[in-house]
């Protein structure tokens, strides 16, 4: 087992202290990098980057090339799961994910398997092997999964959705076809996140992307009730080292409180939230993770440095701070200022831990 040459993004969400905030970002290896662009082009399309381990070590390694990073996050999708549940998974140009199947009746969810994290999903363990041992102690590698409600939303709707119709109907009128759906997720979730764990993912991350689209009610009984089943039966100590699970609804401001009693070590927050006031209501509870809106990359490095000093104030002094975007970086964003961005955190964090 390599010693980590650079754990500060482990121990910021352990609450533990570290030398500066910690960054990362969320989508981190992507298009907005040409060099990811010349990777895929060779791959073919994305799905063969995400299924040839070599391929999708190699974007994970891309961004820490260029940045001064604190963790390198598994490059794969977040619907992997669905797709190995047998409903074919392929992306259109310019629309998104698809799946060649939906599920829509009882019938539909009680016929799903729940993969095999080694059979079903082994070049997902085989990238993050792979991933680790080329890392070699630099920086922690994160694993990730889709939350359960995320998931089940692109099974019912067959790809992306602004309203989640399909969705929600099935919640309304077949709750209980809607909560098997979620505990077959959630039992699959479970199962991929702790292969990734004996894998070598130092830590993991659970993306509720689209919890913050249900009311305050159906968000705890049908997103967040399924993410505290997932945490609870994660393994937390791998290699002898606790492994940090950060839980992150997008639209989930609302709730802090609720998801900060999940079982999780941190939350992601997006970019609606002021982290300060995050961190008075959750206490010492949870690290935060967060909390930058993404498009402000797309502004000048000095508003950059700007909105960096005002989040970091806000947060305060101490630990348990790791700084991300809201949300995931955009295509668009020129590659220059995302190293603003990094350099700003690191630069201007340090007076936070004296």
Known sequence: MTALKNDRFLRALLKQPVDVTPVWMMRQAGRYLPEYRASRAKAGDFMSLCKNPTFACEVTLQPLERY?????????????????MGLGLYFETGEG???????????????????????????????????????????????????????????????????????????????????????????????????????????????????????????QEFSLAYMRKIVSGLI???????????????GGGLWLESIADAGADALGLDWTCDIG???????????????????????????????VANILKSYGSGTGHVFNLGHGITPEVDPANAGAFINAVHELSAQYHQ
């Open 277 to 307: 006031e995050a961190r008075r209501r959750v206490g010492s509870k949870v690290a935060l993770q967060g909390n930058m809106d993404p498009t402000v990359l797309y502004a000048n490095p000095q508003a950059i440095r700007q909105e």
């Open 236 to 250: 937390r100590e791998h290699e002898g080292r606790k492994v940090p699970v950060i839980l992150f609804t997008k």
């Open 97 to 219: 994910p698809r799946f060649k199947k939906t599920v829509s009746t009882l019938a539909d969810i009680e016929a799903l398997p729940i993969p095999d994290a080694q059979k079903d999903l082994g070049y997902v363990m085989d990238a993050v092997s792979t991933i680790r041992r080329e890392l070699n102690g630099r920086v922690p590698l994160i694993g990730f999964s889709g939350s359960p409600w995320t998931l089940a939303t692109y099974m019912v709707e067959g790809g992306s959705s602004k309203d989640f119709r399909k969705s929600k109907a099935m919640l309304y009128d077949n709750p209980h076809a809607m909560h098997l759906l979620l505990d077959k997720l959630a039992q699959s979730v479970t199962a991929y996140l702790n292969g990734q764990i004996l894998a070598g993912a130092q830590a993991v991350q659970i993306f509720d992307s689209w919890g913050g689209s249900l009311s305050a009610a159906a968000y």
């Open 68 to 84: 001064p990073l604190d963790a390198a996050i598994l490059f794969s999708d977040i619907l992997t799961v669905p797709d190995a």
